[in-house]
């Protein structure tokens, strides 16, 4: 079991940046790959970025690729997500969720219904 707390939302302009951190409790958080995702109002859950199970593996969907680095500590059982250039189209409520297939598997997928464990959420807001 692994519960899933993120922070680091808000509010900011259109260029700018944000570092959303996912805090995650018990002691077999090495063997879950992490990954982020975002849910607009009226649209459905969208895959963001997975980080494997070291951290030196890292997949992103094409709307965030060159903008966003997602990144853990496994020491400190800690998931971020840098979020630079953003945009208006980014505003979403933004989750971490933990996957406990192997890493091919889930980035061949990247399907939402494959994690096993979500946070609660944290509200991104790009004004233009």
């Known amino acids: 079991q692994v519960q899933l707390v993120e922070s680091g939302g808000g509010l900011v302009q259109a260029g700018g940046s944000l570092r959303l951190s996912c805090a995650a409790s018990g002691r077999t958080f090495s063997s879950y790959v992490m990954g982020w995702f975002r849910q607009a109002p009226g649209k459905e859950r969208e895959f963001v970025a997975a980080i494997n199970r070291s951290g030196d593996g890292t997949n992103y969907a094409d709307s965030v690729k060159g903008r966003f680095t997602g990144s853990r500590d496994n020491a400190k059982n800690m998931v971020y997500l840098q979020m630079n250039s953003l945009k208006p189209e980014d505003t979403a409520v933004y989750y971490c969720?933990?996957?406990?297939?192997?890493?091919?598997?889930?980035?061949?997928?990247?399907?939402?219904?494959?994690?096993?464990?979500w946070g609660q959420g944290t509200q991104v807001t790009v004004s233009s």
């Open positions: 969720a933990a996957n406990r297939n192997p890493w091919t598997e889930v980035i061949s997928k990247l399907e939402s219904r494959s994690y096993d464990f």
